[in-house]
């Protein structure tokens, strides 16, 4: 997201802090926003914040890449496999960054010429690399995307891109347990089973543009306003009856209230879609509150009836929107909206409650926002109150 001049920024961290990856100094959670220590960022701008399963990721303005939180499988691409709980720069990285996404302990770096690099846990061959290493504190080129990457996504144990040229691909076993057990006795496609980039069928007459991933789904956003999804279906996140969907299949724009997509964000098991007039509708798992909705509107129980999304009328005209593997950020008018899973203090409210309802966090003047697993992240002007 690029932003103008802005002399006091702050970034402000909560929820999960086991290792760190609030970068405040400490591995204690905080259930409020606390300031995290920037000295490594020297009052540089902003352009990306997400978190993984423990790690945290800034992006600067200028494409320099800031780490904290846990490292034990080399997802901060240091060099070194030891936890950080202050945010450190990547000192390695000779390219500038534009887009980052972190799966559970993987990061995936979009460079300003289109490369992807990772770096992380390689157990599900989900660096891009091939199955050479088990995991990585170096960051590797994923070398087997011969064009320029537009949009990249991280799952629990999987990754997508998409090229300028309109082809996505899909790296990671993470989703071949299930897709056997699925299709047996019929083969696992390719897409689903490699470590290296594979095409994913059924899209060449679309235009894909973003993907999004959950810990066993995959979305795609095409440039007509079209979702496609795959993968796992266990909460109806797919709006499909099928337990597990192989390729890509269209959501009915029926159930956006016909109208085109324009934004799309999945946590680990629910999906989050906007629309053309601002319009917000989340569907799949409810059970934390992450929908934003009472469970008995949104839950489904089997598979006989496939979820159908629901309009969030709270989070309509929301500028950004950001997923963790069950909360989710937002913002909206101006003020920064929490939801969902509330165990370790995600939603910022001083309680560890879930939260059902989307709910103002006071005191902040959101710019930009981020979330990990189990943590979330504010880049805001200065507070307007203590």
């Not at 960051?139 to 991280?154: C, D, F, G, R």
């Not at 899909?170 to 047996?184: I, M, P």
């Not at 470590?195 to 095409?222: E, F, I, N």
């Not at 002007?381 to 203590?386: K, R, V």
Request: hydrophobic content about 35%; charged content about 15%.
């Amino acid at each position: 997201m690029e932003t103008s001049s802005r002399p006091e920024l702050c970034l402000r961290s909560w929820g999960a802090n086991s290792y760190g990856q609030l970068g405040q100094g400490n591995e204690v959670d905080h259930s409020v926003p606390r300031p995290a220590d920037t000295a490594a960022l020297q009052k540089k701008e902003v352009r990306n914040v997400t978190g993984g399963g423990g790690h945290s990721v800034v992006i600067s303005d200028s494409g320099e890449v800031f780490v904290c939180g846990q490292n034990d499988r080399g997802q901060l691409g240091l060099g070194h496999y030891s936890d950080v709980s202050t945010l450190q720069l990547c000192s390695s990285l000779r390219l500038r960054v534009t887009k980052v996404a972190c799966g559970w302990d993987f990061t995936l770096l979009l460079t300003d010429c289109g490369g992807v690099l990772t770096c992380g846990s390689n157990a599900f061959g989900q660096l891009g690399v091939g199955l050479i290493v088990k995991n990585s504190a170096h960051l590797q080129a994923v070398e087997n995307l011969k064009e320029p990457v537009v949009s990249i996504a991280a799952g629990l144990r999987h990754s997508l891109a998409v090229t300028d040229t309109g082809c996505v691909y899909q790296w990671g076993t993470g989703l071949f347990s299930h897709a056997k057990r699925a299709l047996s006795p019929h083969p696992v496609p390719p897409h689903l089973s490699s470590s290296l980039p594979a095409l994913v069928p059924g899209l060449d007459q679309t235009t894909p543009q973003v993907v999004a991933a959950g810990s066993g789904h995959c979305v795609c956003l095409t440039g007509n306003g079209d979702l496609f999804v795959w993968g796992g279906n266990k909460h109806s996140q797919l709006t499909a009856k099928e337990p597990f969907l192989s390729c890509p299949t269209r959501v009915n724009r029926s159930l956006l209230g016909g109208e085109k997509a324009i934004h799309v964000w999945s946590g680990w098991t629910h999906v989050i879609a906007q629309t053309e007039t601002g319009r917000v509708f989340t569907w799949g798992r409810g059970d934390y509150g992450q929908l934003g909705q009472p469970e008995s509107t949104n839950q489904c129980t089997d598979h006989q009836s496939a979820h159908i999304p629901a309009e969030v009328k709270a989070l309509c005209g929301a500028t950004q929107i950001a997923c963790g593997s069950e909360h989710n950020l937002a913002v909206v008018g101006g003020q920064l909206l929490s939801w969902g899973w509330n165990e370790h203090g995600m939603c910022g409210d001083g309680s560890e409650t879930n939260v059902v309802h989307p709910q103002v966090v006071s005191g902040l003047r959101p710019l930009l926002i981020g979330c990990g697993a189990g943590h979330s992240m504010v880049v805001c002007a200065a507070a307007t109150d203590s």
